[in-house]
């Protein structure tokens, strides 16, 4: 890290932030719904070999798709019925059944209690964007806007997701939907982390989910974001978070543990700088020195602009390099905008079980970068959960 980097990623943590490190937390399960697979490990392989996820669009409605490319979950509605099943689920728009799928899945992995206090903090965009604008449209064509189909409305509501994850799963615990595009990912997990601090929950689902859909899909055509062969993807992915002390005493072991979750706004600099001052202080909060970094999932792959700016950041905060293991999961499910950082992550962890033994130790950067300014990082390490995982400081805010 050059010393002017430096300087900014001290002043970002003194800047009313504890310079202790902060208490680990344990993943425990994880969860995917993406157009790779249904399962982390094949998503992971799919990313590492560089294979494409599916791009079959039938049965996704009749609206025209802009000429370019597309990454589906395929046969949603059949992994649905099959994990999920049929009844009462007529009415839910597709961002719901992603996410109750990769949810379904994450508890299915789960080997610890669910009770009560577990709960879902949700990263999305606006929510469903084909629900919202379908609706919108329907209070345009009929002849009184009461005459709209009510059971439409539920799915416009942007929280539709995270509530119906709840009841279907007697979730009783926090639940809360952050709309925070690219920053989704690392917005609920630091929501997660202080809702824990506070004891609001045991232990907590934390995802994001993001659909494929005409109204998404022409938006990113449209707007010359993304680079001309980028496609426009969707998924769905959730981790069961808990703090890693209380894994440890109960004699449990996580799959990973994340360290430190950090955001900023670049402000009057440059988002470069910026996110490499913000790895720098989550490296900081997380005891690990930028030489102990094996790995990094970028989150900026196909987006005009970001890309190279986000591996220089990189190299920035780690020395003038780029670790030995470079993850770029849009390579493979697309842009998948508010569930980009969770698949990032979940890929991971997918490369992670499918190692075993020989990841142990391994410490990897997850990265995010937003047109408008906003940067952040997450720290996961494979350490043995219970091993110097609490710092002399607290959780952080």
Request: aromatic letters at 4%; charged letters at 20%.
């Amino acid at each position: 890290m050059s010393s002017a980097t430096a300087m900014v990623a001290a002043e970002e943590v003194a800047s009313g932030h504890a310079l202790g490190r902060t208490a680990a937390l344990a993943v425990t399960a994880v969860g995917v719904a993406t157009p790779a697979g249904l399962d982390p490990v094949e998503l992971a392989r799919a990313v590492l070999a560089g294979r494409q996820g599916s791009a079959d669009t039938e049965g996704l409605g009749d609206e025209a798709l802009p000429p370019r490319g597309a990454r589906v979950v395929p046969e949603l509605q059949n992994a649905f019925a099959e994990h999920i099943g049929r009844k009462g689920n007529r009415h839910l728009d597709r961002t719901t059944r992603l996410g109750l799928l990769a949810c379904q899945f994450a508890l299915e992995g789960h080997t610890g209690p669910v009770g009560p206090r577990t709960g879902v903090v949700l990263g999305t965009s606006t929510g469903s964007i084909r629900s919202s604008s379908e609706y919108s449209m329907e209070t345009l064509r009929q002849d009184r806007p009461y005459l709209v189909n009510p059971s439409l409305f539920p799915n416009t509501v942007m929280n539709c997701a995270a509530g119906q994850i709840a009841i279907r799963h007697g979730l009783k615990g926090v639940n809360a939907t952050l709309a925070g595009g690219h920053l989704a990912g690392v917005q609920a997990l630091r929501y997660a982390r202080n809702a824990l601090r506070q004891g609001h929950a045991d232990r907590l689902l934390v995802g994001g989910v993001e659909e494929y859909c005409a109204q998404s899909a022409w938006g990113w055509h449209r707007s010359g974001a993304l680079g001309i062969d980028a496609p426009v993807g969707e998924g769905a992915a959730f981790l069961m978070i808990e703090p890693a002390a209380a894994v440890h005493a109960a004699g449990r072991r996580g799959l990973a543990r994340i360290l430190a979750c950090e955001t900023a706004f670049a402000g009057g600099r440059g988002l470069g700088d910026a996110l490499a001052a913000v790895i720098g202080a989550a490296l900081v909060r997380s005891g690990k020195d930028p030489a102990e970094v094996q790995a990094v999932s970028l989150g900026s792959t196909g987006q005009r602009g970001l890309e190279l700016v986000e591996q220089r950041a990189v190299r920035a905060a780690l020395g003038g390099r780029l670790p030995q293991r470079v993850i770029r999961v849009k390579d493979t499910v697309g842009e998948c905008f508010s569930s980009g950082g969770p698949l990032q992550i979940a890929a991971l962890l997918g490369a992670w079980q499918d190692q075993g033994a020989a990841a142990a130790g391994e410490t990897a950067v997850v990265t995010a970068v937003s047109q408008e300014g906003q940067v952040g990082c997450v720290v996961l390490d494979t350490n043995e959960l219970g091993t110097g995982e609490l710092g002399a400081g607290g959780l952080g805010d």
